[in-house]
């Protein structure tokens, strides 16, 4: 699934296309995009919005429009928009949606899992929706050490579910969690809330570090991932964890191992990542390491 850095990526290229252009007409082939709406419906309210802004909150692309409308776009597992020139477009099976713009260039979104979203939300509708679904923002400047150590205060879950969670943290999933834990040598199936003032610092440039460097490479293509010129990431190539399952790590040669926590295919360096913290270790035997596996699983 595209997570911060894909969409990100996808905006990036987005903006120029989009903004100041009119959707001079929309077709939307697919109700499932839209659903509960109605897909007619949909598209004929998009017809003659004119875009002012292409934005992102965690994995949403959010459409503005100058009557105050958003469209928010979601891609789930394998959405992507496409940027064409004219309007004549190579037969596609798995094209659900298509937007001609006033300049003559078409968008063209294709989905071959058919998870994606499209909503078009009313003015006054757009920051509750998102404010509700979507927390902090891990690349803003105002997102500090001290303010990730509020997020996870008082969660009961392992650190891996939480960093998951898009509440709290907007933008993070599988991939870019395994890679941040890796970058701040902390095991997944820690305690979200149990991590001191170091540990949340190297937590938080680890997050950043993973995210920056995704959004270096455009993201990662995995299954469907395209940018809108049809290109695609190259993150792929450089990830230190994820997929690297018997692979030495990058920094001390231990093969990469493999579980699940929180449900999700999860990768690691057992030494780099130990589940107890080294000085919990030697000091207490009895610090309860089993019962967050369990809870966390
Ligand atoms: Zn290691």
Redesign the pocket.
């Given at each position: 699934m595209p997570e911060l850095p894909e969409v990100e990526s996808v905006r990036r290229q987005l903006e120029p296309a989009l903004v100041g252009r009119r959707f001079e007409r929309v077709v939307i082939d697919d109700g499932r995009l839209v659903r509960p709406n109605d897909p007619a419906e949909v598209a004929a309210e998009l017809q003659g919005e004119r875009v002012a802004a292409v934005e992102r909150r965690g994995k949403y692309l959010v459409v503005r429009f100058e009557s105050g409308r958003a469209l928010l776009i979601h891609l789930r597992m394998t959405g992507n928009l496409l940027h064409l020139p004219g309007r004549s477009l190579p037969d596609d099976p798995h094209r659900r949606a298509l937007v001609a713009l006033d300049d003559g260039s078409t968008v063209a979104y294709r989905d071959v899992r058919r998870f994606g979203t499209w909503l078009l939300l009313e003015p006054g509708e757009v920051e509750p929706y998102l404010s509700a679904k979507v927390g902090d923002e891990p690349l803003d400047a105002l997102f500090t050490a001290a303010r990730l150590g509020e997020r996870l205060a008082g969660r009961r879950t392992s650190l891996k579910a939480a960093l998951l969670d898009q509440r709290t943290l907007a933008g993070m999933g599988n991939i870019y969690v395994d890679e941040a834990l890796?970058r701040a040598r902390l095991n997944p199936l820690r305690a979200a809330a149990g991590l001191d003032r170091v540990e949340l610092r190297r937590l938080h440039g680890g997050i950043r570090a993973a995210l920056e460097h995704g959004l270096a490479r455009q993201g990662s293509t995995l299954r469907d991932y395209r940018l809108p010129d049809g290109s695609g990431g190259s993150m792929q190539d450089e990830f230190r964890v994820y997929g690297r399952g018997g692979e030495p790590?990058?920094?001390?040669?231990?093969p990469i191992a493999r579980t699940k926590v929180a449900g999700r295919t999860t990768w690691f360096?057992?030494?780099?990542?130990p589940e107890e913290p080294p000085q919990a270790a030697r000091s207490s035997s009895r610090r309860p390491s089993r019962s967050s596996r369990q809870s966390s699983v």
């Amino acid at each position: 699934m595209p997570e911060l850095p894909e969409v990100e990526s996808v905006r990036r290229q987005l903006e120029p296309a989009l903004v100041g252009r009119r959707f001079e007409r929309v077709v939307i082939d697919d109700g499932r995009l839209v659903r509960p709406n109605d897909p007619a419906e949909v598209a004929a309210e998009l017809q003659g919005e004119r875009v002012a802004a292409v934005e992102r909150r965690g994995k949403y692309l959010v459409v503005r429009f100058e009557s105050g409308r958003a469209l928010l776009i979601h891609l789930r597992m394998t959405g992507n928009l496409l940027h064409l020139p004219g309007r004549s477009l190579p037969d596609d099976p798995h094209r659900r949606a298509l937007v001609a713009l006033d300049d003559g260039s078409t968008v063209a979104y294709r989905d071959v899992r058919r998870f994606g979203t499209w909503l078009l939300l009313e003015p006054g509708e757009v920051e509750p929706y998102l404010s509700a679904k979507v927390g902090d923002e891990p690349l803003d400047a105002l997102f500090t050490a001290a303010r990730l150590g509020e997020r996870l205060a008082g969660r009961r879950t392992s650190l891996k579910a939480a960093l998951l969670d898009q509440r709290t943290l907007a933008g993070m999933g599988n991939i870019y969690v395994d890679e941040a834990l890796w970058r701040a040598r902390l095991n997944p199936l820690r305690a979200a809330a149990g991590l001191d003032r170091v540990e949340l610092r190297r937590l938080h440039g680890g997050i950043r570090a993973a995210l920056e460097h995704g959004l270096a490479r455009q993201g990662s293509t995995l299954r469907d991932y395209r940018l809108p010129d049809g290109s695609g990431g190259s993150m792929q190539d450089e990830f230190r964890v994820y997929g690297r399952g018997g692979e030495p790590c990058d920094r001390c040669g231990t093969p990469i191992a493999r579980t699940k926590v929180a449900g999700r295919t999860t990768w690691f360096c057992p030494t780099c990542q130990p589940e107890e913290p080294p000085q919990a270790a030697r000091s207490s035997s009895r610090r309860p390491s089993r019962s967050s596996r369990q809870s966390s699983v």
